[in-house]
């Protein structure tokens, strides 16, 4: 049976917990839906947080939260998912498109400087693969910040002997809950802020939201269970990255790293390749192992090419060039040891 790139880590407890709001016919937004806020607020150590049905609407509420009145410029990524690009759109703003510096997964402050230049007032900052970037360059450019943390969600950077968390640098933060999220409610989003004046802005304007807005409490069980394991589930997927670095230092091909001082999140096993995805693909179809591109749904894959209008987007060569040469492995809890085996042999001697 072929090995799959991506799977949701869903266990007896999360099954029990869904079937719970089942079976109490409990599936609206309601108690588990304050109960995930108030275990959002307690893990990552924040003021005030808000579940939503989808990342899109948590953007909308940011953006609305940070009181711009008139149309303004969101800067993205071009690796970042392109859901990014259609909500700025949505939300009645115009997307910033940034390049990413040369076989990296972020824009550089320069980069932002840049953008701003252009009329970029806020960063909406993916959080690519786990990774974080240089976070105190960034804010130096004074730039608004949204982190989103749907894959970085456990990561840190290490500042004056000090661990800052992912989620804690933004005035907002966005957790998604989608499917293939590091952690998945089914669909959906938390939206939170750090810091009390941020959270005071953003409870203004959600006291009167409808309840169509809020995340239901049967993928908010879900989510609620998948956040208590966390730190399970990421100790596992850490042991695993270990065992795949050993392979892939075996080859040719590059390990993408945190850079800096901290810790990225496993979020899966990206590799920069130094040849074809073809040849690779190929060869690990043949041991049933399925890889992936890794940005195959983010804006530089979705609107680049020839014909694309943005000229923005269409200036993002260095992000194009990671687009194509960079490949998800699968890492996931549930893999079983003959599995890993396959894989690790294949990191160390595909082409």
């Given at each position: 049976m072929k090995i799959q790139t991506y799977s949701s880590?869903?266990?007896r407890k999360e099954m029990d917990a869904v079937l719970t709001c089942m079976v109490e016919e409990k599936t609206g937004p309601g108690e588990m839906n304050l109960r995930l806020v108030e275990l959002?607020?307690?893990t990552f150590e924040v003021s005030g947080a808000v579940a939503l049905r989808s990342p899109a609407l948590a953007l909308k509420y940011a953006l609305h939260a940070l009181g711009f009145d008139d149309r303004i410029g969101v800067m993205i990524s071009a690796l970042a998912p392109d859901w990014q690009y259609s909500a700025v759109c949505d939300a009645g703003c115009d997307p910033i498109v940034l390049d990413v510096a040369p076989d990296e997964l972020f824009p550089t402050s320069d980069t932002i400087k840049d953008g701003m230049v252009k009329g970029g007032r806020v960063l909406l900052l993916?959080?690519?693969?786990?990774?974080?970037?240089d976070m105190l360059s960034i804010l130096e450019t004074g730039v608004s910040v949204i982190e989103d943390i749907s894959q970085s969600a456990g990561a840190f950077l290490t500042l004056e002997d000090t661990e800052k968390k992912a989620g804690s640098f933004g005035v907002f933060t966005i957790l998604g809950l989608e499917q293939d999220d590091l952690l998945t409610a089914g669909g959906g989003?938390?939206?939170f802020a750090a810091k009390d004046r941020n959270w005071s802005a953003l409870k203004s304007i959600l006291s009167g939201i409808p309840s169509t807005d809020r995340l239901p409490d049967i993928n908010a069980a879900l989510g609620f269970v998948q956040l208590k394991e966390l730190t399970r589930n990421e100790e596992k997927r850490r042991e695993l990255r270990e065992l795949y670095t050993r392979s892939l230092l075996q080859s040719r091909h590059k390990l993408l790293?945190?850079?800096g001082e901290g810790q990225c999140a496993v979020y899966s096993f990206p590799v920069l390749l130094s040849s074809g995805l073809k040849d690779v693909s190929q060869y690990a179809q043949k041991k049933e192992i399925e890889i992936a591109p890794v940005f195959a749904?983010?804006?530089i894959a979705i609107r680049g090419g020839e014909d694309c209008e943005d000229e923005n987007i269409r200036n993002c060569r260095n992000a194009a060039s990671m687009?194509?040469?960079?490949v998800n492995f699968p890492l996931y809890p549930r893999l079983g040891q003959k599995q890993v085996e396959k894989i690790t042999k294949v990191l160390a001697t595909m082409p």
């Open positions: 880590t869903i266990r959002i607020q307690k993916h959080e690519t693969c786990g990774f974080m970037p989003a938390v939206l790293t945190q850079k749904q983010s804006v687009a194509l040469r960079c």
